[in-house]
């Protein structure tokens, strides 16, 4: 038993170290460039424009759901609902809309990274990348680290959008709450866009990381391609839960007052 605990904690010492190469390696391939021409693009293409429906369902139907259970709530203790879209926004742009949006790019994006570079890896094109001199992380994580960069910030905007949307017309038709009431923007200050932004932007740097990551330690064939994309999406999902609190907690001990 000790000894299974010991090689534990041993492989997961590893696996830390090899991520934060995997990383490190990617800022420095970010900064000498020799990426493929045009890859940036096509990758913001697969990561943003594919998620689109997927983020605006599900958003939408979690706004939808988040209003009707808060509206019950208040409901039952005050019975003002005049001040709830007003309170709603605030926790939409500094935390729902970024850390939604990155849990749901962490299992669509991040499971097809994974797939995709660790089916190269078990069939040997990583090793004939690096024959022909060409560096794998710079080929495949840094096009798609700079495109999940992008695209998870702007779908973070559109996620946050359907949120809101979509709980004010559940207030108005389902409690009767007045839209100009609900649809108050007094109560968002340059804070919660602040840690909003910040959240999506280290979501959007730690998911291909994660997925690449896990894709470039995959073995054998196609067992070890379906292993390798299951702990990309765990770890990926883990990553944002993580980021998030530590944001979070960084947010509020230093602007605490405004949020």
């Known amino acids: 038993m000790i000894t299974r605990l010991g090689a534990a904690v041993i492989a997961g010492v590893r696996a830390m170290i090899e991520l934060r190469l995997v990383y490190v390696g990617t800022i420095a391939g970010l900064i000498r460039g020799g990426r493929p021409r045009g890859e940036i693009t096509r990758q913001m293409f697969e990561i943003g424009n594919r998620s689109v429906v997927f983020i605006t369902v ?83 994580i840094v096009p798609r680290f700079v495109a999940s960069v992008v ?54 740097m730690a998911i291909p990381v994660v997925s690449g990551f896990c894709g470039l330690r995959a073995r054998g064939s196609s067992e070890g391609v379906g292993q390798a994309t299951t702990t990309a999406v765990i770890g990926g999902s883990f990553a944002v839960i993580a980021l998030d609190f530590v944001i979070s907690a960084a947010g509020f001990f230093v602007i605490g007052d405004k949020l």
């Open 58 to 140: 599900t958003l939408g139907f979690i706004g939808m759901v988040m209003m009707y259970q808060t509206c019950i709530q208040f409901n039952r203790v005050t019975g003002d609902l005049s001040q709830i879209g007003r309170q709603f926004l605030p926790l939409i742009v500094s935390d729902f809309a970024p850390t939604l949006t990155g849990m749901m790019l962490a299992t669509r994006v991040g499971a097809g990274i994974a797939a995709e570079i660790g089916s190269m890896k078990v069939t040997e094109q990583i090793d004939a990348l690096r024959m022909s001199g060409v560096l794998p992380i710079d080929y495949l």
């Open 151 to 204: 695209m998870t910030l702007m779908l973070s905007i559109l996620g946050g959008t359907i949120t809101y949307v979509a709980g004010g017309l559940t207030a108005q038709y389902s409690f009767g709450v007045n839209p100009r009431t609900f649809f108050d923007l007094s109560g968002v200050h340059f804070a919660h866009v602040g840690l909003g932004v910040v959240k999506a932007i280290a979501f959007g």
